[in-house]
């Protein structure tokens, strides 16, 4: 890790009276989180004198901002190919592949994502960052199937530059990333707030008795097995919401449309396991399937919905159903 030393020089607009400062800050740089510009160690000071957040500025006066922003040294970029979905200046979105790693982490620190978009984008875009809520857990597992950030004050987090949320290692589909912080700010707000779309496919096992279901519970981390969540009382962990539909039933197997309106961490895998259809490949919530020993997690994040960081428009993003979808489907018709 290493700190890199910055100064933002702003002007007061003409017609502000008695404005914080440092809400007037964050409302001029909206590339600037809350907790950045209170952070330990950053001076403000206006007309040449160092002052406090909750002063008080008007028009005409003259804020500098110092403040030293953490820098990752040990990214390397990589050359790993990307499907791309979508690309503009301040979003990509990329259709992950299974067997992917979001982010470095301990036991995987190459061939990860954020390996790829270094090589892609150039050192710079480790200044981009990643907004982590101040109640998360850290490090973030890349258990998580899709994680998003739950608080209104973020810190920038440079090991997952860009990164806005995370599929699991094992789960492939639509994921966005955010290119600069303005984009990452406002795409991190959707996930927090649930306005986007996220829809997935999953092979589940049974015979599932009706076509269409919604199940509504609270999920926190098991006591019993840390790398493991489970479905609590209401008055413990937080609220996870899913629909699902069922798109076709076969002989003790369905392909099956799951939204999910939260995402909180190992979400689906939970979900559909407690009303005792597990994910085929699912090594923690559900077996070894007797007729598939060797499948890997049928999870696919099929469509994402999110509105352009810019602009507003309604985007949707559709991952394609995975060659691995199609040939254990053929397996199971064959039965």
């Known amino acids: 890790m290493s700190l890199k030393e910055k100064t933002i020089e702003l002007q ?12 007037y800050i964050a409302s001029v740089r909206t590339d600037l989180s ?23 500025v008007n028009e005409n006066d003259v804020i500098t901002l110092q403040y030293k922003e953490e820098v990752f040294d040990g990214i390397d970029g990589e050359d790993i190919p990307l499907h791309i979905l979508y690309e503009d200046g301040a979003m990509l979105v990329i259709n992950k592949e299974q067997g992917m790693v979001v982010h470095p982490a301990a036991g995987n620190w190459s061939g990860t994502l954020v390996n790829a978009l270094v090589h892609r984008y150039g050192n710079d875009f480790e200044s981009t960052g990643d907004l982590v809520s101040h109640s998360e857990e850290s490090p973030i597992e890349e258990e998580n199937e899709e994680e998003e950030v739950n608080d ?33 700010r406002k795409l991190a707000d959707q996930f927090r707030l649930h306005t986007n779309t996220k829809i997935y496919l999953a092979l589940c096992k049974g015979v599932f008795t009706h076509k269409r279901g ?16 489970c479905i609590c009382e209401t008055n413990k962990g937080k609220t996870a919401h899913t629909q699902y539909l069922v798109l076709r039933q076969y002989a003790d197997y369905a392909l099956v449309r799951i939204e999910i309106h939260t995402g909180r961490t190992h979400q689906i895998r939970v979900h559909m396991s407690s009303i005792g259809h597990p994910i085929i ?34 985007m949707l993003f559709r991952a394609a159903m995975p060659q691995r979808f199609k040939d254990l489907i053929g397996q199971i018709i064959k039965l």
Do not use: C, W
């Open 12 to 23: 007061v607009e003409e017609g502000v009276k008695a404005a914080r400062v440092d809400r």
């Open 214 to 229: 919604k199940i509504d519970t609270n999920i926190n981390r098991s006591s019993r097995d840390r790398k493991k969540y």
């Open 34 to 56: 809350r907790s950045l510009i209170t952070k330990k160690g950053t001076v403000v000071t206006v007309n040449g004198k160092v002052v406090k957040n909750s002063s008080k």
């Open 281 to 314: 490949g699912d090594p923690i919530y559900g077996k070894k399937d007797k007729n598939f020993p060797q499948a890997t997690l049928m999870l696919h994040a099929f469509i994402l919905g999110i509105n352009q960081p810019y602009t507003g428009e309604k």
């Open 152 to 184: 209104e004050d973020y810190d920038l987090d440079p090991l997952r530059p860009g990164i806005v949320h995370r599929l699991d290692k094992d789960t492939s589909g639509a994921m966005v990333v955010a290119l600069n912080r303005v984009a990452h």
